[in-house]
């Protein structure tokens, strides 16, 4: 039983088109955010890529922590002479239902961060010290860090395309691979498009779940082919049908895959931490436009009008 017959000849066109616009709006984010933000980069990098400090602390509440608002505290902080050199690089967020501070601020000393709490503690209250918890990465590790994650990812996307090359013909490697970098840009697009409208950050996790999405992509297309190619070694019908046919006989594996991969990204999202929200995020959004584009785009190349 089948969830539905897609009609993929006829509506080639449009899902061509479809995956164009996508791609168009992604290359805008990108390029907005490259040339129109205070960052001028493709993306908003975290303190994993750029270095800085990151200090977490909570609030000692004994019920309900009042609501505040982080601007009226960093508008409190300037008047702060210690800290007025630093006090507008400082991003800060409050978490847990106000109870969790989250503050981002470039390199610190050990004094001048340790003036940052004190003065913060006179303007939100008392804090709980024994939650205090802080990560420091210098300018120079971010960097390599930074470099590292370009390095793996470039490095899998040729091992991905070798893999294609040999496993199928060049013109099937070519639409699984055109696919796949369609599946990475338009995720890369939303977070730039993020980045620009709420000041989302990407972090080590975000070149993780574009690993993963690379992965999750070609595994997709390639069980989509697989079943093409061998439909079209051993049935005497015209190619265009045989293509849609091989796609709606996948089309009930690769989707219930996809949903039941969801299901705990979409727990972590609702119920997990902050921390891994993003990363859960971007993981969902490539795999929904991983199966789209295997399902329907990938196949679509091969149709001939």
């Not at 969830?3 to 899902?15: D, G």
């Not at 996307?157 to 199928?168: G, Q, V």
């Amino acid at each position: 039983m089948k969830l539905l017959n897609l009609e993929l000849i006829r509506n080639k066109r449009k899902i061509i088109g479809f995956s164009t616009f996508l791609i168009l709006l992604s290359l805008l984010g990108i390029l907005y955010s490259t040339f129109n933000t205070s960052y001028k980069k493709p993306i908003n990098l975290g303190m994993d890529f750029i270095g800085g400090n990151e200090l977490r602390i909570e609030r000692a509440c004994d019920e309900e922590c009042s609501d505040i608002s982080p601007d009226s505290v960093l508008e409190s902080l300037r008047d702060v002479s210690e800290i007025k050199n630093f006090i507008n690089n400082i991003k800060l967020q409050f978490q847990d239902s106000n109870k969790l501070i989250s503050i981002r601020s470039p390199y610190l000393s050990i004094e001048e961060s340790n003036n940052l709490v004190t003065n913060l503690e006179e303007i939100v209250g008392p804090l709980n010290y024994d939650s205090k918890d802080s990560r420091l990465i210098g300018p120079k590790l971010g960097k390599r860090l930074l470099t590292n994650c370009v390095t793996s990812l470039l490095v899998s996307l040729f091992a991905i395309s070798l893999y294609i090359t040999i496993r199928f013909d060049r013109k099937y490697a070519l639409y699984a691979l055109i696919a796949l970098f369609h599946d990475l840009l338009i995720v890369f697009g939303i977070f730039s498009w993020l980045g620009i409208i709420l000041s989302v950050e990407v972090n080590s996790l975000f070149a993780v779940s574009l690993l993963t999405i690379a992965g999750y992509s070609v595994n997709d297309t390639v069980v989509i082919f697989d079943r093409i190619r061998e439909n079209l070694r051993t049935r005497n019908e015209n190619n265009n049908e045989i293509i849609q046919l091989s796609v709606n006989e996948s089309f009930r594996r690769t989707t219930f895959t996809s949903i039941t991969t969801l299901f705990p990204l979409l727990s972590i999202i609702l119920f997990g931490s902050y921390s891994l929200f993003w990363f859960s995020l971007a993981l969902s959004l490539g795999i929904i436009v991983g199966s789209y584009s295997s399902i329907l785009l990938a196949p679509s190349f091969l149709l001939k009008d």
